[in-house]
C-alpha cells in the first residue's frame, strides 16, 4: 500500500496547536479570516482531523480574561460559519468529526491565568467549549508552578481546580508544569486519564520541559497519553544513551522519531502520541523535516519504514487521543 493510501485510513491528531493566539494576534492588526486563509488549509491538506487548540495569554492575570475570551470568541465564529469545522464538546461532536470526515476543534487552556485567583470560572471555561487544561505555562500563578521553576507545589486553588476538572470532565494536561506539581496532580486526580499533550523523554535530552521515566510510567498508568513534541528534542548524534543537556535548536525529524520509540519502548504502543507545537506562524524556528502540518506524512512514512506496524502507527497518529476523549467526554 502507498504512502498515500495509507495516509487515507489514518486518523490524524495534533495534541498542541498555538493557532487560536495566531488568529487573535493577527486579526488584532486587522488580517480577516485567518484560520480559514492560514491553518485550514493546510491542516486538511495534511490529513488532520483533530486539533487540540490551545487558548494560550502569555500575559498577566488582569489582561489574560479578556484575552482568553477573545481567542475563544473567534474560535466559536469560525465553527459557527463553517460546517466543516466543529468545536469538540461532547461524544456526540466527536462521531461528528470521525465519522463526516470535519476538523475537529479542542480547546484547551494553556496556563490558567485568565482564571485570576478564581477556579471556579472554569465552569464558565466548561460552558464556552475548554475541554482540556493546563494549570500553568513555564512560570507560577496562583494554582502552580511551571517548569523554569524548581521547587512549587499544587496551591490549595491548584488542588480544587483539579477537582473542578475531574467533576466536569476537562483532560488534565501536565505539560508545562514543574514535577512537584506534577505528582501532586497524580495524587489528586480522581481515576481520570492524565496527558502530558507535548512533551519528550527527559533520559534523552535533559530538559524541565520534558518528562522523566517515572513520570511518563505514570501518565501510561492513568490510561493516558504523552504527545511527543518536535522541540526540546534534540538527541546526541553519536550515543542514544549520552544524555542531551544544551538547547540549540538544532533538532530534527529523526530526533523526534527517537523520543516517538524511546516512549514506545517505555510505556507500548497505547500511551504515546502527536503534540508536534508548529509554531513558525508565530516566529519561532522550525524543526528541520517538521516545520508545519504537511511534514506529518514523513513522520508517518519513517514510522513505517523503521518497521513499525500499521495499528501501531494509527494509535500513536491518533487512536490513542481518540480514546482518551472518550473517556473525558460527556
Known amino acids: 500500500m502507498d504512502l498515500n493510501s495509507i495516509m487515507k485510513e489514518i486518523v490524524i491528531i495534533d495534541g498542541h496547536t498555538d493557532i487560536p493566539r495566531d488568529v487573535y494576534l493577527r486579526e488584532s492588526k486587522g488580517e480577516k ?3 480559514m486563509s492560514k491553518h485550514y488549509k493546510e491542516l ?13 495569554t502569555k500575559t498577566f492575570p488582569e489582561a489574560a480574561l479578556k484575552e482568553a475570551l477573545l481567542q475563544i470568541e473567534k474560535a466559536l465564529k469560525v465553527t459557527k460559519e463553517n460546517e466543516d469545522v466543529i468545536l469538540i464538546k461532547s461524544k456526540k461532536d466527536l462521531d461528528d468529526v470521525l465519522t463526516n470526515n470535519k476538523l475537529g476543534l479542542v480547546l ?4 490558567f491565568e485568565p482564571l485570576g485567583n478564581s477556579p471556579e470560572l472554569l465552569n464558565i471555561f466548561y ?26 507545589q499544587l496551591s490549595e486553588k491548584g488542588i480544587s481546580a483539579i477537582n473542578i476538572m ?17 505528582w501532586d496532580i ?15 523523554a527527559r533520559a534523552l535530552f535533559n530538559h524541565s520541559r520534558n518528562l522523566t521515566d517515572e513520570q511518563i510510567k505514570a501518565i501510561a498508568e492513568s490510561g ?6 518536535s522541540y526540546f528534542s534534540k538527541v546526541d548524534e553519536n550515543d542514544l544513551n549520552k544524555i542531551r543537556t544544551d538547547d540549540d535548536n538544532t533538532e530534527t525529524i529523526h530526533d523526534y522519531i527517537k523520543h516517538i520509540e524511546y516512549l514506545v519502548n517505555l510505556v507500548g504502543y497505547d500511551h504515546v502520541s502527536f503534540g508536534f507545537d508548529f509554531n513558525m506562524y508565530l516566529g519561532d524556528f522550525g524543526v528541520a523535516g517538521l516545520e ?10 519513517l514510522l513505517l519504514e523503521r518497521n513499525h506496524k500499521l495499528e501501531d502507527v494509527k494509535k500513536i497518529a491518533g487512536g490513542n487521543l481518540i480514546r482518551v476523549l472518550y473517556d473525558i467526554l460527556e
Do not use: C
Open 44 to 56: 486538511r491538506d495534511a490529513g488532520v482531523n483533530i486539533v487540540f487548540a490551545n487558548i494560550f
Open 292 to 301: 508545519n502540518a504537511s511534514k506529518i506524512k514523513d513522520v508517518i512514512q
Open 33 to 35: 479570516d485567518v484560520f
Open 224 to 229: 493516558g497519553v504523552v504527545g511527543a513534541v
Open 166 to 182: 475531574n467533576s466536569l470532565g476537562i483532560l488534565i494536561d501536565v505539560s508545562h508544569l514543574n514535577e512537584q506539581g506534577f
Open 127 to 152: 460552558e464556552l467549549g475548554i475541554r482540556a487544561g493546563m494549570l500553568t505555562w513555564n512560570y507560577t500563578n496562583a494554582f502552580a508552578s511551571g517548569a523554569d521553576v524548581m521547587n512549587g
Open 108 to 111: 484547551s487552556l494553556e496556563g
Open 186 to 200: 497524580v495524587k489528586h486526580n480522581k481515576n481520570k486519564p492524565i496527558i502530558a499533550s507535548h512533551s519528550n
